[in-house]
């Protein structure tokens, strides 16, 4: 377990180094400089050499990686190049909490759905209901979000011109606004978790220890619930992290659709005004919650499945 | 192509496949409209005999846009696996016959990647170069940079897989005569390893492009894909969400061609793992 646990850690601290460093990397080769471009067409040499002092660019690249870890380590992201001298944190801390929530919900009821279904589709494989949620769960797995985005403001707008009651097509504050968002968001997770959940327990329902349960007598609940459902959701455990990654760069696009004021938002307004810090803040701080997300996911994986522990 | 006839459903997919990008290529020849051509009579037309499809906020006609968004869709996928093939394919094989040093590098290289979820890294990288090489050769250079870094997010996958059958292959017997019978490490490559991973490559090339469409639409709609006076499939889908209650056809035919799209390359993927 401690060589298992040790092992992890050091992968972790990798992908964190491969993270900042790349994030780094591409913020350090961008275009254009930001100095003048905060200055505008002032022309000064002395006010220039403050500035790119205060903002670390006139230190070797090595130097300026360092002061960006620690900075990170320490929660500064660095500085807004648009709005001078604001702290990039400033300017996404109202939206990372939504954006949070927003997922949250959204990975919440893909599991609460995407789970029974799946489930449900196993216990009679080719019946009715498990042709139609196949296709169903292909269909939504598949269609990027942003375009069922789309079906499902259409039937808004139809529902509003034919005088039926429908939720509104974007905005934030008010709970009906959380509904079409989190819809879209949850799509596609709840496909890959419920065709996930099927073939899970398609292969499980087939194994010796099941035939075993029904020969001594025990109820179909008994037998799906305390005997095939616990192995089955060994893989779907492990499948929580990539779920994670899908919410997290499906919210860049549900956020711009839906004008939900999250990080995806923030974002993609700072890619409108070259605002490379926040940009690259954000890519940080959504590749970490994945990172993490898949840290705790395989923490859970072990305490699950003691089949890992002695490898 | 054989194989194929023998799945209906890959089949069709295939065939719907051919017709898109028959549409995307061939369309312009017979739906003579200048796509970037702003009709201000007709804004947010809905289909009429002039526009079949209708216009968008600016009077532009939307069958045209269509053939010129799917024509950026179908070229970034056929870069970007090209990429994947040549690149990622190559430096699987290399990283998987060789191994030492060139597999420690390689996979290092593709594990430092892949630690980014899905296209978190390209969208920073066509968002933070838009500026300079997005601007490059009248909408050339922003298809390179699109193109080039979902290539680079991509290509690590194709790595891993091709590394994994190399790795399997190379400690076959026959390759073990081979080489007992003097044959050189190209001339096993290239007679005995090559040859068996043509299927893998080209099922998880095939695999890949419905990710790639998608990729692409999303960089669209951030505005981080084809500029005007092209255009990408996401790019009219969230531009045409700003109208939507003024005219909701405007969202479909976009998310229709892209739907369609990806479903028919994912169908065709799947079909050809199948039968391999």
Known sequence: MARFVARRLFSLIFVLFSITFLTFLVGYLAPGDPIQAMMGSRRDPKIY?????????????????????????????????????????DLIKTGAPVSAELGLTALGISLLVGVPVGMLAAIRADGLFDRLSTVGMLLIYSVPGFVIAGVLQIMQVIAYQNKLPSLPTSGWGRPEHWVLPVLVLAAATT??????????????????????ARAKGASQARVMFHH?????????????GPSVAFVVVGSFAVENVFRVPGIGFVAVQAIGTRDYPV?????????????VMNLITDMAYTVLDPRIRTR | MRRLKKNPVAFAALIVLAAMCVFAV??????????????????????????????????RDTLARLMIGLRVSLLVAVAVE??????????????????????????????????????????????????????????A???????????????????????????????????DGSRALGASDV????????????????VSATLDVAGVVVSEATLGLLGLSAQPPQTSLGKMIVEAFGYITLNWTQVFWPSLALSVLVLAVSFLGDGLREKV
């Not at chain 2, 093939?85 to 990647?113: I, N, P, T, W």
């Not at chain 2, 890294?121 to 838009?130: C, P, Q, Y």
């Open chain 1, 49 to 89: 050499a403050r500035l790119q002092h205060e903002y670390g660019l006139d230190r070797p690249f090595t130097e300026q990686y360092a002061a960006y870890i620690s900075g990170v380590l320490q929660g500064d992201l660095g500085k807004s190049y648009r709005f001078a001298g604001r702290p990039v944190w």
């Open chain 1, 191 to 212: 496909g890959y978790l419920a065709t996930l959940t099927r073939s899970s327990m398609l292969e499980v329902l087939g194994q010796d220890y099941v035939r075993t």
């Open chain 1, 228 to 240: 095939a459902l616990r192995n089955a959701l060994i893989p779907i455990v492990t499948v929580l």
């Open chain 1, 279 to 291: 940009i690259q803040s954000v890519t940080l701080i959504l590749a970490a919650a994945v990172v």
């Open chain 2, 26 to 59: 061939l369309g312009p020849w017979l739906h003579r409209v200048d796509p970037a051509l702003q009709d201000v009579d007709n804004l947010r037309a809905f289909p009429s005999a002039l526009h079949p499809l209708g216009t968008d906020d600016r009077g």
């Open chain 2, 82 to 139: 090209a990429f994947n093939v040549v690149v990622g394919a190559g430096l699987g094989l290399a990283a998987g016959y060789f191994g030492g040093a060139v597999d420690f590098v390689v996979s290092r290289l593709a594990d430092m990647l892949f630690a980014f979820p899905g296209i978190l890294l390209a969208i920073l990288i066509s968002a933070v170069f838009g500026s300079s090489i997005g601007t490059l050769g009248d909408g």
């Open chain 2, 141 to 175: 250079g922003r298809l390179l940079l699109v193109s080039g870094s979902l290539a680079l997010v991509g290509w690590p996958l194709m790595a891993r897989y091709v590394r994994g059958q190399t790795l399997a292959l190379r400690e076959r017997p026959w390759i």
């Open chain 2, 187 to 202: 001339a096993i490559l290239l007679r005995h390893i090559l040859p068996n991973l043509g299927n893998l490559v080209i």
